[in-house]
């Protein structure tokens, strides 16, 4: 702390820190100052460090030599999917606070190494899953924890794009990401359903992942980003996954950044319960949300719809702020006053080993057995 503030260091100063989290700091002057910047390409953290920093804002490239500035108090992880592990395992042993972008690893084995030099360390960790902030998704979190819904026992975890294949960074490198659109906008749907179900008991894992369009030309007509390289292109194009939960719950999972539908929607949740069902329409690259709940009022089948407008992913929002604005707030106001941030570790450690056990099981054509 210097000025009754939290001193941030940032690690990747890449897209998602320029789009989510330098604003999102910037956003809680009050609370936090960025005073240092790491990235692998130098003129990017004096680029950051400049519009961003304190004055006297350092910048590295090698987060080790970061780490070892005794003032930080926080770091933010920002970095490509397999490097998440090895940097919040430093940072914590380096005793500071984690918020480390989604998801948690690309692994089951690097989430477990964070977890448990998260548990020695003592400080605060969690993953950035900004969506739980979103209007519609807080709405339907609270509609659970009511009992409005009833017993949850079958859901959807939407994460579908028809062609809107990211072409920039390192997101079509399997080195570097660990996977495409599962590991990518799969992860934020899976989050979102298992916070309202409030089951993170997963039994079974059924995957299937197809490389189809990733690698026809004719496919990249169209896309959202310009057309990408077929020839580069080493992940997935689309994934899904059938979870069976402890308590016999089912969940499918879809997720896609090129798949021939009609319809798109991404970050978002269909709950199935014995009272009432909801659904999400909408998702982060689409112009606002639309949250259904079905029931029967009366004897009759009814309707409930409630709208969040202009919730376009990292650009605006309501009512407090952006989502990814709530979300550090809560982020910062959980380390200064001692509480637990809203994402847990261990939550996002059950996303993470969810995903890696649908590429397992098609991986090797079987259904995977948890303990």
């Known amino acids: 702390m210097k000025n009754n503030k939290l001193q941030v260091a940032v690690i990747g100063c890449g897209g998602i820190a320029n789009q989510k989290h330098f604003p999102a700091l910037k956003s809680q002057a009050d609370k936090c100052e960025m005073v240092a910047f790491c990235d692998i390409q130098i003129e990017r953290a004096e680029k950051a460090a400049k519009e961003y920093g304190s004055a006297d804002a350092k910048v590295y490239q090698d987060y080790n030599e970061l780490l070892k500035d005794e003032n930080i ?9 397999v490097s998440h592990s090895p940097i919040a395992v430093a940072a914590f042993e380096a005793k500071k606070h984690v918020l480390c972008e989604k998801p948690m690893a690309a692994t089951t084995e690097d989430a477990q190494k964070m977890m448990d030099a998260w548990k020695k360390s003592g400080m605060k960790f969690t993953i950035g899953y900004q969506n739980r902030f979103r209007t519609d998704a807080q709405a339907l979190k609270r509609a659970c924890e009511e009992g409005k819904l009833g017993e949850v026992y079958f859901a959807k975890a939407h ?102 539908v009609k319809d798109s929607r991404e970050a978002a949740t269909t709950l199935c319960g014995t009272k009432a069902g909801a659904e999400m329409i909408g998702g982060m690259s689409q112009q606002g949300y639309d949250l259904v709940f079905n029931e029967t009022t009366g004897g009759i089948l009814t309707e409930e719809h409630i709208s969040d407008t202009g919730a376009i992913a990292f650009f605006e929002g309501n009512g407090g702020g952006s989502p990814e604005v709530k979300e550090c707030r809560q982020w910062l106001e959980a380390i200064l006053e001692d509480k637990e941030p809203l994402v847990k570790p261990q939550q996002a450690f059950v996303v993470t080993q969810i995903l890696d056990n649908i590429y397992k099981s098609a991986k090797e054509g079987e259904e995977i057995h948890l303990d």
């Open 73 to 81: 108090d926080v770091v933010h992880i920002c970095t490509p999917n």
């Open 159 to 260: 994460a579908v794009r028809r062609r809107a294949v990211p072409t920039w960074g390192v997101f079509p490198d399997k080195s570097k990401q660990g996977g495409g659109p599962l590991i990518d906008i799969g992860t934020h749907a899976l989050d979102i359903t298992l916070w309202c179900m409030d089951n993170y008991e997963p039994a079974a894992i059924t995957g299937s992942v197809f490389e189809k369009l990733g690698h026809l030309p004719e496919a990249t007509e169209g896309n959202m980003f310009g057309a990408w390289d077929p020839k580069t292109y080493e992940v997935e194009d689309s994934a899904f996954g059938y979870i069976r939960m402890k308590n016999g719950a089912a969940i499918f999972l879809e997720s896609s950044w090129a798949l021939n």
